[in-house]
């Protein structure tokens, strides 16, 4: 459905500087929702763009729906109003000077065979109610709320029933909860109707709760593309642990490898220990690495409980309370790690005994 190969795009004349996008290639289905997710300037924005034709880049093919929509070598750059997407921008961009109503309408006035004034109705109202914007109908669009222009934004990019979305930071401005069921009521609309979808966000919440693939960049490249759950469970290297979820990495060099044949483990030595950890490439004896835990998953051991592996002495620096959950800040030796425990009944300067479980770390070339 959309099919992106080899794009790259400098925005200014000297190629001998980093692109905005570099040798990106990647494909969605249809009904796929297919998330980029990387820090800011990372170079999301200017991919969706493209892919919209908003903007040129110099090198690479786009095709959408099998159609050759961009191609420097073969000269084809079909123009915006020609690729049937619906799009929210960053900004949301809709137009001041109408109303609600008309926002949404407008995509719909170039429709073939014409629609009549029925179903023009029809159609508004429906993207209206998906958006729980109905009722609001005939008031001027500067007069909503920043997260109900970005709701108006939406509801225009799916009037004309597009068999691609692109969707730019579409609930950026909405609060925790609001975001939260438009999170689900937008994964839900996208299977419903069947769309492509290419998604940006650098939430990663959002991301890993209703993408069916995602992607990191970083500084124009594609890092990692996988599901939610191996983007969490098993990202490939430690920029990509570090971003989604909050990470601890420890540096450390591979001391010894499970002699058995298959087996995925080594032991990794860093300044606070030995740990024993799960890999996803087979590793060499002595090779620098980044063993990565999770906050969540460091457990910790009552004071005269001792493991065999995997455990260290802190003492804690600090506690947050995070609503939910216990977030601590603990020194072991002279490194700092996050952790995050349902009881909050430890304060700094206390002591506390952890446990690194070892299907819980990972170690990760640098
Ligand atoms: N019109 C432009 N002219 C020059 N440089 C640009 C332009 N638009 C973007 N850039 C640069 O290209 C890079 C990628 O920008 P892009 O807008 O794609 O990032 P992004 O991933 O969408 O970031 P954000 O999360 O902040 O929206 C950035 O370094 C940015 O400064
Ligand atoms: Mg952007």
Redesign the pocket.
């Known amino acids: 459905m959309i099919r992106i190969e080899n794009l790259s795009?400098w925005?200014?004349a000297d190629r001998s500087l980093p692109p905005?996008?570099n040798n990106l290639s990647l494909e969605i289905k249809k009904g796929e929702f297919y998330t980029?997710l990387?820090?800011?300037?990372?170079?999301?924005?200017?991919?969706?763009?493209s892919v919209a034709g908003l903007?040129e880049p110099q090198l690479g093919e786009i095709y959408i729906d099998d159609e050759l929509v961009f191609s420097d070598k073969k000269q084809v750059r079909v123009p915006v109003y020609d690729r049937n997407i619906g799009m929210v921008f960053?900004s949301y961009a809709v137009w001041p000077h109408m109303t609600v109503f008309n926002n949404v309408a407008y995509p719909l006035k170039n429709e073939r065979p014409r629609l009549s004034q029925n179903a023009i109705r029809d159609r508004v109202m429906n993207a209206l109610a998906l958006v729980k914007l109905d009722g609001f109908e005939n008031r001027p669009a500067p007069n909503l709320s920043g997260g109900q222009q970005q709701r108006l934004a939406l509801a225009r990019a799916l009037v004309r029933e597009p068999k691609i979305l692109l969707l730019?930071?579409p609930l950026s401005n909405l609060d925790a909860k609001l975001r939260e069921e438009m999170c689900v009521e937008l994964r839900e609309m996208i299977k419903r109707l069947d769309v492509a979808t290419l998604y940006?966000?650098?939430e990663q919440m959002e991301a890993l709760s209703m993408s069916d693939t995602i992607a990191v960049?970083n500084?124009?490249d594609l890092l990692q593309e996988s599901s939610p759950l191996e983007i969490y469970g098993a990202p490939r290297n430690s920029f990509v642990a570090n971003f989604i979820g909050k990470s601890n990495m420890i540096a450390g060099k591979v001391a010894s490898v499970d002699p058995a044949a298959g087996a995925k483990t080594c032991v990794v030595e860093t300044s606070i220990g030995n740990f024993t950890c799960r890999w996803l490439d087979a590793l060499e004896v002595g090779r620098d690495v980044t063993m990565v835990i999770r906050s969540e998953d460091v457990a910790k051991l009552k004071p005269d409980e001792s493991v065999n592996v995997n455990g260290a002495d802190g003492t804690v620096g600090s506690v947050l309370f995070l609503g939910d959950i216990f977030e601590y800040w603990v020194s072991v030796g002279d490194i700092d790690l996050r952790i995050k425990l349902e009881d909050g009944d430890l304060s700094p300067g206390d002591a506390i005994r952890l446990n690194f479980p070892e299907e819980r770390c990972l170690a990760l070339t640098r």
Not at 40 to 46: I, L, Q, R
């Open positions: 795009l925005y200014g905005a996008v980029l990387g820090p800011s300037g990372c170079g999301k924005t200017t991919t969706l763009r903007e960053q730019d930071e940006v966000t650098h960049m500084q124009g």
